[in-house]
């Protein structure tokens, strides 16, 4: 199994302080498995996971945005090119908890 963690700011590089719009937050959990199949040898691996993104806000002025989904991708390489396909669910929230 895995950890993993991804963050991406938004640089607004046009105004003149350039400050960040925004950033998102993604920390995920999954689990590789390695593929050996005999007629498919470009699928190396399944991979099945769950991931949260949010943009780290809280509640303030209402401005937080999150959500929770799980996903199962794989690794397919043919030539030299690399595909990685990503099948992904929105884990549903009641009305009361969902602040998108």
């Known amino acids: 199994y895995y950890i993993a963690y991804t963050q991406t700011s938004w640089w607004q590089i046009y ?3 350039s400050p960040f719009r925004e950033t998102n937050y993604q920390p995920e959990f999954f689990i590789d498995f390695p593929l050996y199949l005999k007629d498919y040898e470009f699928f190396n691996n399944l ?8 943009n780290g806000k809280g509640d303030e002025n209402l401005q937080s945005r999150s959500w929770n989904r799980i996903y199962v991708s794989t690794t397919i390489l043919y030539n030299k090119f690399l595909f990685v396909p990503r099948l992904w669910y ?7 908890d969902d602040d998108n």
């Open 90 to 96: 929105r884990i549903p929230e009641s009305k009361k």
């Open 15 to 17: 105004e003149h302080s």
């Open 47 to 54: 991979r099945v996971g769950i991931l949260h993104e949010s």
